[in-house]
């Protein structure tokens, strides 16, 4: 059968990586310019202080807490320090030792942060099945630096796999078969095999392993399924002219061992525990 493929356009999704600033009188943009020792946030990481909310967080605390007091009182027209240097010791009810230069901002109404937040790098996520595991993958990565590429052969699973704008670096992919999609995948990718069919998992298995033969440049391909499981499948690639060392490259079971409990909502925590302990 011919590849079938649809893509879905990428949106940013409001208030994750990308902020939007609130309604008049405006907000204040505060942001960790350098630190010293230890500290709860590194260099980079910001939060979006208006009258009526906060987006994004510096590292919480007391040293947030007075942040926001002083961003607050700026928009009630208090003076506005450009950069503060913060200690985390008594005076703030803070014991990390560390040292944080702050930098506030004052922005416009409806002003676009894109030039002026650095945006996170994302690692490429592929997630091949939109059944219940991998929805509550998808549901569990929304707010973890993670560009998935979600696909699936059913285009009656992906109509409702995601509710509202995607977020940043996200796409979902109506590919038939499956395994077409594979030879799209960014460079560096996460794969996950959890289709709805035991003979589509091994295509797309077999279709990553010829791309690393010829590529080598997925970083990740692991499937869900039991130990017995992947001895059939093992066998299986075997039959094809798969090396024991190539069947080495994928992972299955897949999620941090140890981890109880089989409901989708569990395996998806143990398996992005595994994916965020991957080396960079």
Do not use: Y
Request: hydrophobic letters at 45%.
């Amino acid at each position: 059968m011919p590849a079938r493929t649809t893509t879905c356009r990428c949106w940013p999704r409001p208030g994750a990586t990308r902020p939007t600033v609130a309604a008049d009188p405006g907000s204040i943009l505060v942001s960790i310019i350098r630190t010293e020792g230890s500290v709860p946030r590194g260099a980079g990481t910001w939060m979006l202080v208006s009258p009526q909310a906060v987006q994004g967080t510096v590292g919480g605390g007391h040293l947030e807490f007075d942040a926001i007091a002083r961003a607050r009182a700026a928009l009630d027209g208090a003076e506005l320090p450009p950069e503060l240097r913060c200690a985390l010791g008594p005076s703030l009810g803070q014991c990390c030792g560390g040292v944080v230069w702050l930098r506030f901002e004052r922005l416009a109404a409806g002003e676009d942060l894109a030039t002026r937040v650095p945006l996170e790098p994302l690692r490429p996520l592929a997630l091949f099945g939109a059944g219940h595991v991998g929805r509550a993958i998808a549901k569990a990565a929304v707010d973890l630096p993670l560009a998935l590429h979600w696909v699936d052969s059913r285009d009656t699973q992906l109509d409702g796999a995601w509710q509202g704008p995607l977020p940043r670096g996200w796409r979902l992919e109506l590919s038939e078969p499956a395994e077409a999609a594979v030879a799209g995948l960014a460079p560096g990718s996460v794969v996950l095999v959890m289709t709805h069919n035991h003979a589509e998992d091994l295509e797309v298995l077999a279709a990553c392993l010829r791309r690393q033969r010829q590529q080598q440049d997925l970083a990740f391909i692991g499937m869900i399924g039991s130990a017995t499981k992947w001895a059939s499948f093992r066998q299986r690639l075997e039959a094809r002219g798969f090396t024991e060392d190539e069947r080495a490259q994928v992972c299955c079971p897949i999620g941090l061992p140890g981890v109880p409990g089989k409901q989708p909502a569990v395996i998806a925590v143990a398996v992005l525990a595994q994916i965020l302990a991957l080396p960079a």
